[in-house]
T-cell receptor
């Protein structure tokens, strides 16, 4: 079975400071990892994904994530937070052999609050 | 390019009723997945349709069913509604069913069961 853990329900960061949202995963085989962002009363917006290759993945809106196989982590980062980054962030994992379908397992989400 | 759209935006039903939610996939996408997101939780996978056939299902009872049409739009049907079915229902489309394909989500339908 595959699973995702987002250990922090909420992360507070001052505007302009770097931010990190943590994610760890458990899956059989090499994982495919995703980050999505959700604004209030909206669907999920895709930020970035790791499939293979370079452990540092760059995505939308200046976000990046670092894949660490030994720590089974995929933390989301941004060098300088904006107030508009305040939202709910979801990490998700998909196993490479998903039986031909795309069951994605999401974490419970981390609320990011950027303080002006 | 048109994104994923869902209708209706909000819906209120009573326990025991049936509901149909609709999703139009992004242009060029032939795969649609449905998710249930309860308040304060991450989305939970319901099922996936690929070229009009269900090809994967999560831990949801049979009263959750779906359809995909030749234009790749999709419906989610829920029979015998229960209070716990109250949630945001999300539809996601992708260009294929490969695990590396990115899913693009619609804005969701908020279902309230009274």
């Amino acid at each position: 079975a595959q699973s995702v853990a987002q250990p922090e329900d909420q992360v507070n960061v001052a505007e302009g400071n770097p931010l990190t949202v943590k994610c760890t995963y458990s899956v059989s085989g090499n994982p495919y990892l995703f980050w999505y962002v959700q604004y209030p009363n909206r669907g999920l917006q895709f930020l970035l994904k790791y499939i293979t290759g370079d452990n540092l993945v760059k995505g939308s809106y200046g976000f990046e994530a670092e894949f660490n196989k030994s720590q089974t982590s995929f933390h989301l980062k941004k060098p300088s937070a904006l107030v508009s980054d305040s939202a709910l962030y979801f990490c998700a994992v998909r196993a490479p052999n998903s039986g031909g379908y795309q069951k994605v397992t999401f974490g419970t989400g981390t609320k990011l609050q950027v303080i002006p | 390019e048109t994104g994923v759209t869902q209708s209706p935006t909000h819906l209120i039903k009573t326990r025991g009723q049936q509901v149909t939610l609709r999703c139009s996939s992004q242009s060029g996408h032939n795969t649609v997945s449905w998710y249930q997101q309860a308040l304060g939780q991450g989305p939970q996978f319901i099922f996936q349709y690929y070229r009009e056939e269900e090809n994967g299902r999560g831990n949801f009872p049979p009263r959750f069913s779906g359809l995909q049409f030749p234009n790749y739009s999709s419906e989610l049907n829920v029979n015998a509604l229960e209070l716990d079915d109250s949630a945001l229902y999300l539809c996601a489309s992708s260009s294929g069913r490969d695990p590396t394909d990115t899913q693009y989500f619609g804005p969701g339908t908020r279902l309230t069961v009274l």
